[in-house]
């Protein structure tokens, strides 16, 4: 968790509070029945921080027959686990890596971690056989300077490079819209030096638009849900640790599933459900966001709903 949003009297929830790995694969297991869901991301939070998380993801693999899981984490549990995940049948990581400079980096992540660590962690995901992608939140004034440096680096090393607008998820970052660097502007600054074009989606609801380096099979990606909003082709579902369902990434509440778990509801019951929260949704926070809009929000924080 982030420093504004952990402290020493962070109330912890209770083990019983969280769903269990059997509660998440039979709720998972009852989207899928409930709609054509083709992939899983494993998200936090800190996904390693939860105690033998291979197991859930062998569990979920089983149950789902989903192939396509992937996983977005700090890296810095990846060299201990990297090879445990990719026998539980992970794919791939998201790597989350916002400037190679430790003490930049360091105050940015608010935990001391180094940069070092996050890029053994990379390779350990690699070794592994993993597929590894990294994630660059931007930050006018922070770290924007670095995107050149980022994308070289990590072009080198033949791991994507996605660069992602920085938003205002919960209410404890201070985000201003000055502080985003668009899309524009990040694509302005790689076309001085290795000019890209855009390419088209793998599949319907692609969050990051994506670029090749002209001349090379190399790309690039960038989610630029503050200044090119993708509400309309947004068809991500969101489900909390404590099993509640998020219809959007900047929801104000989410709707309880863990009640319907525990208290003996069929699984048909449990699918009515599913679809009548994801037939109602209505979501459009991105498109109509302004300044203060944001402040006036009680968004869920990104700590808890996963990014
Ligand atoms: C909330 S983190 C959770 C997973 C894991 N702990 C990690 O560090 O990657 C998921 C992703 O959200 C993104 N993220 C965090 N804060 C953000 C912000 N204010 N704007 C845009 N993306 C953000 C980061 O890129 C990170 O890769």
Not at 50 to 70: F, G, N, W
Not at 85 to 107: C, H, I
Not at 169 to 196: A, C, F, H, Y
Request: glycine share 8%.
């Amino acid at each position: 968790m982030p420093k504004e949003v952990f402290g020493p009297d962070y109330p912890f929830l209770k083990k019983d509070e969280l769903l269990s790995f059997e509660e998440i694969t039979r709720l998972t297991t009852l989207f899928t029945k409930a709609s054509s869901i083709e992939k899983l991301r494993i998200t936090g939070g800190e996904p390693l921080m939860r105690k033998d998380v291979d197991q859930l993801i062998d569990q979920l693999r089983r149950a789902t027959k989903i192939d396509d899981i992937a996983m977005t984490t700090n890296g810095v549990m990846l060299p201990k686990m990297a090879s445990r995940l990719k026998e539980a049948g992970l794919k791939r990581v998201t790597v989350s890596l916002d400037s190679l400079n430790d003490k930049r980096f360091g105050e940015i992540n608010g935990r001391g971690i180094g940069v070092d660590q996050v890029l053994k962690g990379m390779d350990a995901a690699a070794e592994a056989g993993l597929g590894v992608k990294v994630n660059m939140v931007v930050q006018k004034g922070v770290n924007d300077h670095e995107i050149l440096p980022m994308t070289t680096f990590f072009r080198k090393k033949g791991y994507t490079l996605r660069l992602i607008e920085y938003m205002d998820v919960g209410t404890s970052n201070g985000w201003r819209l000055n502080d985003v660097l668009t899309k524009r502007e990040m694509i302005e600054k790689i076309n001085q030096v290795m000019p890209i074009q855009p390419i088209a989606p793998r599949y319907e609801g692609e969050v990051a638009t994506r670029y090749r380096f002209i001349g090379s099979d190399d790309e690039i990606g960038i989610i630029s849900s503050v200044s090119d909003a993708f509400c309309a082709s947004c068809n991500r579902a969101r489900i909390s640790v404590e099993g509640k369902l998020y219809t959007c990434l900047f929801a104000t509440k989410g709707t309880d599933f863990k009640q319907m778990l525990r208290d003996g509801s069929a699984d048909e019951d449990i699918i009515y459900q599913i679809h009548s929260v994801w037939n109602r949704r209505d979501d459009q926070y991105s498109i109509e966001r302004t300044e203060e809009s944001s402040r006036n929000r009680e968004k869920i924080e990104m700590s808890h709903i996963g990014g």
